[in-house]
């Protein structure tokens, strides 16, 4: 008699994770993200380890977060993980400024975005 249960937002072979209120600019955000599409996940944390970009320790949490969503909540293998979709979003931008000359102001804009990260469970080719 209890309240039917959500349908799953993701296949049976993914998981999901998303971080929200990143300190960066959605375009910044995004090389990164692209940097990791379509990889293998050990691949992909090679890869945000020895990224240069400040962004991408963030965005390493967030794919390890996917990774223990699909192991622990969905009981999928790690080993056979890619990054199946990682979009990033817009989310509130700080408005600050500072007094330019003549009487003038000039905008400073603050913005936070945030990333979404699907991992999906492919068989092995034999």
Known sequence: MGKEQNPRRVAENEAMAKTKMLRTSPQKLNLVAQLIRGKKVDKALSDLTFSHKRIAGDVKKCLQSAIANA????????????????WVGKNLVMKRGRPRARGRYGKIMKPF??????VRQVEEQA
Do not use: Q, R
């Open 71 to 86: 192991e622990n909540n969905h009981g999928l293998d790690v080993d056979n993980l890619i990054v199946a979709e990682a």
């Open 113 to 118: 975005s945030e990333i979404t990260i699907k």
